[in-house]
């Protein structure tokens, strides 16, 4: 499947070729492992501390950095995406899903923190945001919680992306 992936770079030095067909490749993993059926839009912004930071303030009204903000245009519920989604279709025949936000500072640091490569950190990352997009959350520490973090290792381990460094 065809989907736009828009990846921009407010950090220069990171968005290169392979970082892009990376997250790229998480995306359209993401999307397929839910069953999404229908090309879709996602436009992602690798940023900094300072941007992202920013950006939490102005859209959450939190004043303080975090790893990734997802920025969903529509409510789905979570594992059920809608098997017609033609009426949500853009003209050029896209599912415009959302943009997600990243900040590389943050992936360099929490890969380190954890153990693993920043590559795995990236994607996990991607595909956390992209199951927002998708409708999943985690505002608490219940099944909610649960059902995202489980697609998100499944996700994951069906990308062949292992926690180890």
């Known amino acids: 499947m065809k ?5 921009h ?7 290169t070729p392979s970082l892009t067909a990376h997250i790229k490749r998480c995306i359209a993993g993401a999307l397929a492992a839910e069953g999404v059926l229908v090309p879709c839009e996602v436009n992602v912004l690798l940023t900094d501390n300072p941007g992202i930071r920013a950006l939490n303030r102005d859209c959450r ?6 790893d990734v903000l997802s920025f969903p245009m529509f ?5 059920q995406f809608p ?4 009426g949500l279709l ?5 599912l415009p899903l959302g943009d997600m936000a990243i900040s590389v500072e943050r992936v360099e640091a929490q890969a380190a923190e954890f153990g693993h490569s920043e590559k795995r950190e990236l994607g996990y990352l991607t595909v956390h945001s992209t199951l927002h997009l998708l409708g999943y959350d985690h505002v608490d520490e219940g099944p909610m919680k ?3 973090r489980a697609r998100e290792e499944a ?6 992306i292992p926690r180890e460094a």
């Open 83 to 86: 098997e017609d989604a033609d």
């Open 155 to 160: 996700i994951m381990d069906s990308l062949d």
């Open 146 to 148: 649960a059902q995202m």
């Open 9 to 15: 770079g407010a950090v220069p030095h990171v968005n």
């Open 75 to 79: 409510e789905f519920t979570p594992g």
């Open 3 to 7: 989907h736009a992936i828009t990846v």
């Open 61 to 66: 009204g939190i004043d303080r950095e975090t």
């Open 90 to 94: 853009d003209p050029g025949g896209l």
